[in-house]
């Protein structure tokens, strides 16, 4: 099999469900794989990490991608996300990043961490009640989703009342994320672009007539203020960004945590009985089962190399997140699920100049939600099969169900 044949297989619904065994095969031939002329698979901790730094290196951009996808930008949720900084690169990148960054502060996501311990115990109560009866409840549904959306919800000022409706959006606008989409599924994408995309022109139009203490208040001021800094569509972008990134991630996050749960009850009593840290128990699930599994990036100019590969200019290159945290250059026995690891630094969260901003936000939830949920619940176990979305770079589950045994 050759780096071609790795790509063709991870686009398989058996290759989406467990990709660990490609990313094996892929290791196999080298930390760089070449596929074809312009494009490598990277599979390497060393060499992920390395090419997610150099500034040579940036995310493909509309024109390209519409070079290598025609008909790319017909579909607005490829559009909409193309204008956020997220498939931005310098310098459009940084003047987006460092404004957003100015509001969304390590200080603000900080002082979150009473509303985050409030929400995960009424959350917990929630659960109690839908189960009381032994009942199964869906921990997708009940908690992993409702926590994290809760949270970047109260920090965006998007109101209570309106948040039940963004599970679904969400989960259709990703699907523009991903390598392979049908075009049912590109449909339903660009009809989530245009309903968050109204929601927040909305939302925006209302903090910029009436401003309250949230950041999208922050940030109409900022756009306000400044409209070459901020235009009105990279602000509408970024806020659908903000949102969807803000809660995706931490969903798979924890439901991948709780599966890990299940299949090593040793994890669970050491959390229990502090032997383990939520912190090192949350580290070790985002590197042995990432929630995001690939990203891209191209060659911005000529003379760079991935490992010993060139890389000449608008070669492309895919990141195996998932095969570069399952390492074994990197780490030791790395397809053992171990929360003891020393240094472990994963890379889920990206790094370099696309290092994830709610990185700290998205371990706070877990690193409080989890000691909560086994104290509450010492005797949760699986209720039936647990059903996984059908992607390969956002991986994650759909339905976990779970009974919640006494108290």
């Known amino acids: ?48 990490h390395r090419t997610l730094r150099l500034t040579g290196f940036g995310v493909p951009e509309a024109e390209q991608r519409e070079q290598w996808d025609e008909g790319w930008s017909r579909h607005r949720s490829r559009v909409l996300l193309s204008r956020s900084m997220l498939e931005r690169n310098a310098p459009d990148h940084g003047r987006a990043r460092s404004l957003i960054a100015s509001v969304f502060t390590a200080r603000r996501v900080a002082a979150l ?20 009866d032994g009942s199964p409840v869906d921990f997708m549904d009940a908690f992993a989703f409702r926590l994290p959306v809760g949270v970047i919800c109260e920090l965006l000022g998007v109101p209570e009342a309106d948040r039940h409706r963004f599970r679904p959006y969400a989960a259709d606008l990703t699907a523009a994320l991903e390598l392979i989409t049908t075009a049912a599924e590109l449909a339903a994408a660009d009809e989530a672009a245009d309903e968050l995309s109204g929601y927040f022109a909305e939302l925006a139009a209302r903090r910029r007539a009436h401003p309250e203490d949230d950041l999208v208040s922050a940030l109409v001021q900022v756009a306000a203020d400044d409209r070459d800094r901020l235009s009105g569509q990279e602000l509408l972008a970024n806020l659908v960004l903000l949102l969807v990134a803000g809660f995706e991630t931490t969903t798979n996050l924890l439901g991948n945590g709780l599966a890990r749960l299940f299949d090593h009850p040793e994890v669970r009593t ?18 042995h089962d990432s929630p995001v599994q690939l990203t891209s990036r191209t060659a911005l100019t000529d003379g760079l190399e991935i490992g010993s590969i060139p890389t000449p200019y608008g070669t492309g290159a895919f990141l195996l997140l998932g095969a570069a945290n399952r390492d074994p250059d990197r780490y030791r026995e790395p397809d053992r699920f171990d929360p003891t690891r020393v240094d472990s630094q994963p890379l889920s969260f990206g790094g370099g100049p696309h290092y994830c901003l709610g ?18 619940f010492p005797g949760i176990a699986p209720a039936g ?18 009974t919640l045994g006494p108290a």
Do not use: W
């Open 113 to 132: 961490e009473p509303a985050v311990t409030a929400a995960v115990h009424r959350l917990l109560d929630g659960m109690a009640e839908a189960g009381a």
């Open 1 to 48: 099999m050759d780096g071609t044949a790795i790509i063709e297989q991870l686009m398989t619904p058996e290759g989406r469900d467990d990709p660990y065994p490609l990313y094996r095969e892929a290791r196999a031939m080298g930390p760089v794989v070449p596929c074809g002329e312009s494009l490598l698979l990277v599979t390497g901790y060393r060499e992920v």
């Open 359 to 376: 990185a700290q936000l998205a371990r706070l939830e877990s690193q409080t939600a989890v000691p909560a949920l086994l104290d509450r």
């Open 270 to 287: 050491g959390l229990r009985a502090g032997t383990i840290t939520a912190a090192g128990f949350t580290e070790e699930v985002l590197r």
């Open 385 to 402: 099969r647990p059903v996984r979305h059908d992607r390969l770079v956002l991986r994650g589950y759909r339905t976990l169900p779970v």
